[in-house]
């Protein structure tokens, strides 16, 4: 079970689409997360699995904010949305950026795929 952090951060772009003041494509959602299309997408199916609630990235990693269980709902969450999109069977990737690499702190993940190539590149 995820232990709730019910602040927003007025200021996080993800807390504004979470809280619905800003538009999104939603594609799924649960009490812990939100999927939704990325608005600039780098591959033909390329979503942002956002958690709910602001939760920065680096105290994600050191378990700040979550109990256990945290990243076995997140990769559940992951499962079904790669299965309603058929990517178990054309591939997926499933990437999380940070240390400079990301654009928000507000820990979210990608989920790419739907093309013959390895999207945003080979790892």
């Known amino acids: 079970m995820i232990s709730k952090n019910t602040v927003h ?8 689409i979470v809280l619905g003041h800003e538009p999104k494509t939603l594609i799924y959602e ?9 608005k600039y997408p780098v591959a033909p199916i390329h979503l942002l699995i956002l958690d709910k609630y602001h939760r920065e990235k680096s105290d994600v990693l050191a378990g700040t904010y979550f109990e256990y269980g945290y990243y076995d709902l997140l990769f559940s969450v992951v ?4 299965l309603k999109y058929g990517l178990n069977k054309t591939g997926y990737k499933v ?3 940070g240390a400079g690499y990301n ?4 820990e979210h993940f990608h989920l790419l795929g739907g ?3 390895e999207p945003g590149g080979s790892t």
């Open 9 to 16: 951060d007025e200021n996080c772009l993800f807390c504004k």
């Open 30 to 38: 649960d009490d812990n997360f939100m999927v939704i299309e990325n």
């Open 79 to 82: 499962h079904k949305i790669v």
């Open 95 to 97: 990437v999380n950026n």
């Open 103 to 106: 654009h928000f702190e507000h």
């Open 115 to 117: 093309s013959d190539q």
